[in-house]
């Protein structure tokens, strides 16, 4: 179940799963590039203005290199790892907070060797990612950094 | 500075605070019930429609008991404590998610002898919190549980 009930209490388990949240494959049309990813929503509603989602990637997972006019609030949760965020790329790690702004590439992988997962923080009303184009691809990976980051280094 | 920079990773450091996020006194005003509480922005931006605020109570500590309109979304990000959710009282501990609905009383309690702290996701527009009267607050308290509660235990 997605919507949580009224003045409920759900408890976290140590696999990173909560009762009652039900988890999902990352994207069920399979047309963008992503790898060993779930998504589980955590809080979402009518009455509150934004979701909050939990990704957990398995090591070596990635979420899919998308942008949109809708920015992400991120909180890592679990595990080290990095990110794509606009033209560089950072490692992150438990707590950390990500601000994605409109329109800005971004990507996450599990590079550690260990699971990465992170809330995100998301207006309920939002647009559709876009994909980058060969071009756009292209552009991005003439940073040598960027690079290594897209062949999972 | 409360509002976040765009594409900004800010990291998150051991005393659970975080790069360029500030630590605010709970309420200002001092007219409503509380102890030991602290309150730090991580997102606030015009294109979020919520905001993602971060609280930490000292072992003893507690937030205030109101109720308001605007619904929170809670999760347990340190420690192990108890809330009061409307007519229960219930344990808490890391991760675990807290759905307060519109006009629920509720209050956050750090019982057990260690620094409680929650993330707490709410719309940006939101009204004010309502405070008990002495009536209300008498029959909460008809319930033992919840006097034991209020009374710190």
């Not at 069920?28 to 979402?44: C, D, K, N, T, Y």
């Not at 992170?118 to 691809?137: A, G």
Request: with cysteine; aromatic share 10%.
């Amino acid at each position: 179940m997605d919507i949580d009930p009224p003045g409920k209490l759900r408890h976290f388990h140590a696999d990173y799963r909560w009762d009652e949240v039900a988890e999902h494959p990352y994207k069920e049309e399979g047309s963008a590039p992503f790898r060993a990813i779930a998504r589980q929503v955590l809080f979402s509603a009518p009455e509150l203005a934004s979701e909050l989602r939990y990704f957990e990637m398995a090591a070596g997972g990635y979420s899919t290199l998308e942008r949109h006019q809708h920015a992400h609030a991120v909180m890592i949760l679990r595990g080290h790892g990095h990110c794509l965020l606009g033209d560089t790329v950072r490692a992150v790690q438990p707590f950390d907070l990500v601000s994605i702004p409109a329109w800005t590439w971004h990507q996450f992988r599990a590079t550690q060797g260990e699971p990465l997962g992170f809330l995100c923080m998301v207006n309920r009303d939002r647009d559709k990612p876009q994909l980058p184009t060969e071009q756009q691809l292209a552009a991005l990976a003439a940073n040598p950094e960027i690079a290594a980051f897209l062949a999972g280094g």
